[in-house]
């Protein structure tokens, strides 16, 4: 193909509507257009045509958009907008102005755009199953306590177990006077734990028939299927790592460095990456530092961390472990060996 006739196109995706900008290989406006954010005006702007270069900011609809105009055919980065300052710190900031941005820088040079790779359809299906199953679990929790709460209001304290019998165990503890406003909402709570069981059951489902390598994960006591499974399908190849240590920096658990001479000051993490799975190895380092956490290399260290120190000491030994956690993961999935919970010290000081 002649590159002289290559079009690069940026488009500022909208709820709604979309905004595309076309430039040519000298730079030159070539068209602007909205159209509606549908597949049917997708295929009518851009089937058919020759080979694009089009660049488009990541956000709710990129994935489905991205695989659209690859299917016809076109080359298509997905901009990371977050370390785009030209866009996000643009004073006369438009969906003109970030559509034209993406589109020059699109021809400029690729890596100015900080592209990402969205996760495969399977994947993504998949990863809802996760994310699903967390939303009710939240929802669940909303009741339970305010339950509780109503109950202590009235000096009832209701027994302590686990959320999944809470329904079953406060029923009969309820006062009369309460069951028409409680009572409702424990038929919901059930209803809740039930769902949960199911999406637990098809999980368990997943990792045994379609992702098999979320095995050697789970033998990390404090690792479950969901975090395991979420590891797995959001890093979704583990050979896009050099390194197991670069996983932490992926998922936002490293600090944020802004070195200078010869300051370099101590900073919160990043908080970069994938939210859902950091907060899930949050809970899994927790679960290591806890009481019933499994004696291994990784809890003592932790727990060395914290030492005796403040509330701030020991919440920063948590996310010391869950950063730790995630290369022991990546390292277990790339090798494929079985954990041990003892590794040898020098083999362990490379975890991180």
Request: hydrophobic content about 40%; glycine content about 8%; aromatic content about 8%.
């Amino acid at each position: 193909m002649n590159k002289d006739t290559t079009k690069f196109v940026g488009i500022d995706l909208g709820d709604k509507t979309s905004l595309v900008y076309v430039i040519d290989q000298a730079g030159e406006f070539v068209k602007e257009t909205r159209l509606p954010t549908t597949a049917t005006a997708l295929e009518r702007e851009f089937g058919g045509q020759a080979l694009l270069r089009i660049a488009l900011e990541v956000g709710a609809h990129s994935r489905w958009v991205s695989r659209e105009l690859s299917g016809y055919g076109h080359e298509v980065v997905v901009a990371n907008a977050s370390k785009l300052r030209l866009i996000y710190e643009n004073p006369r900031k438009s969906d003109r102005v970030d559509a034209e941005y993406l589109a020059r820088l699109m021809r400029l040079d690729v890596s100015l755009l900080a592209p990402i790779t969205h996760r495969g359809e399977a994947a993504q299906q998949h990863l809802a199953v996760l994310r699903s199953r967390d939303s009710l679990v939240r929802a669940r929790t909303q009741l339970v306590n305010h339950v509780r709460g109503t109950a202590k209001s009235f000096g009832v304290r209701l027994p302590q177990c686990a959320t999944e019998y809470f329904a079953r165990k406060a029923r009969p503890e309820l006062p009369d006077s309460l069951r028409p406003a409680l009572e409702p909402v424990l038929d919901s709570i059930q209803d809740l734990s039930e769902r949960i069981r199911a999406y637990d059951q098809e999980i368990e489902r997943l990792c045994d028939a379609v992702y098999p390598e979320t095995q050697a994960l789970r033998s990390i006591k404090g690792v479950g299927a969901w975090t395991a499974l979420a590891f797995v399908l959001t890093l979704e190849d583990p050979q896009r790592f050099r390194k197991s240590r670069e996983v932490g920096p992926y998922l936002g658990l490293a600090p944020k460095r802004n070195q200078s001479g010869d300051e370099d000051p101590e900073r919160n993490i990043s908080k970069r990456g994938d939210k859902f799975l950091r907060r899930l190895l949050v809970g899994s380092a927790q679960y290591i530092l806890g009481p019933f956490g499994q004696d291994s290399q990784l809890r003592r260290w932790g727990l060395q961390l914290a030492g005796e120190g403040s509330k701030a000491a020991k919440k920063r030994a948590v996310v010391a472990v869950a950063r730790k956690l995630s290369v022991l993961l990546h390292k277990l999935w790339v090798s494929g060996e079985t954990y041990q919970p003892f590794y040898p010290l020098r083999q362990e000081a490379g975890l991180a």
